[in-house]
DNA sequence: TATCTTAGCTTAGGAAGTAAGATACTAGGA
DNA sequence: TCCTAGTATCTTACTTCCTAAGCTAAGATA
């Protein structure tokens, strides 16, 4: 308001803003894929998952995607019903079921992340190289950060420096769930 | 790996990757936010809405975060049996409810937020003005292209540069769901 | 062979969403 | 004033997708 040149505590508020703007488009943007796809975002990580170079069983998705078994088979079941995935018996352990990404899926959804794809490239071309460097740097910090954040919130569900909640007036007395009770998505 | 210098497109890749994952660990936070507070995403990023400086109904309150009426019922109930909010009535228009968020909710939640913003802190000392503004200016950019890629995609659920779903082999023939089927999280 | 472990599926139950309708209130004429 | 239309919230029925626990088939071990 005064010298018009922004302080660097406007800046630095600007850019938690921003970063938490862009962390929400950016699901908002997975959760339109993945209604083009015909599947949730949750199928849609899974989906990822699996595409990697390596093949997966059922179980070792649900390891890298935090899932019970349980759900795990409801999300393969969408995927196989919607013709993304087939299930294959694995030749070694007959217990085993390999989740085999149909071969023609991954140009597929290269197509629906193509124009978002050709956007960044022309968002990157305004940038000189040293820039780039710079803005991945911190994005790989701040996602460093963030990562330890959460984990030191989950790991001490203990006093956080004083900041007491207060008695509820009145009515139902349990406010002391904060455990996984419902339906998170993906997590990893 | 022939140079020892990145190339370009090494630099994009990376970012892409660092963007993604930044994102996801965002979640990740205000999942382990939530769960302190022993409420969900959703309802946390309701209380968010309502913290606002001027006083929100629960209509007002749907609308901004694309829930049903129906839905906006339940967040509040489960935001008031947390202490969190409180309803009361509007004294112009005894069909409205006001959503008013407890005063001490903000210190509260702020107190969660606290070894975060710390750390955020801690990461922007390290880099000049100049290139805090740079990265700033990524960010938003990239924020908006991303929200313009969602709506693009939202918008026209016609062919998409002739990338072709082949038909499934067998089983259930409806693949032409595509639409808000389930249960969304909060969008806006 | 008998038993333990592992992998995936099934089932029962719960959380949280939508859509549609009920309820209560406001507002605008006749 | 009374009737009617519109608005704001809550309620109800139903759906989706998750967890937890138990089941079955298959591999591993003694």
Not at 28 to 47: V, Y
Not at 124 to 144: G, I, K, N
Not at 146 to 173: C, D, F, S, V, Y
């Amino acid at each position: 308001m005064s010298t018009g040149l922004p302080s660097r505590d406007d800046l630095i508020g600007a850019l938690s803003w921003k970063m938490r703007r862009l962390s929400g488009e950016t699901v908002l943007f997975h959760q339109a894929i993945a209604d083009r796809l015909g599947i949730n975002p949750t199928d849609l990580k899974c989906l990822d998952l699996a595409s990697g170079p390596e093949p997966v069983t059922a179980g070792r998705l649900a390891e890298v995607s935090g899932l019970t078994s349980g759900a795990i088979t409801g999300v393969i079941n969408r995927l196989e019903k919607a013709g993304l995935v087939e299930r294959q018996p694995d030749p070694d352990d007959r217990r085993k079921v390999i989740i085999a990404v149909r071969p023609d899926v991954p140009m597929t959804v290269m197509g629906l992340f193509g124009s978002m794809s050709h956007s960044m490239l022309e968002l990157c071309s305004r940038y000189e190289e040293h820039e780039l460097a710079l803005v991945l740097d911190f994005v790989s910090r701040a996602a460093d950060t963030m990562h330890a954040e959460a984990i030191k919130l989950q790991e001490k569900p203990e006093k956080q420096e004083k900041t007491e909640r207060p008695e509820k007036t009145e009515g139902a007395e349990k406010p002391e769930k904060a455990e996984k009770t419902g339906k998170p998505t993906v997590d990893a």
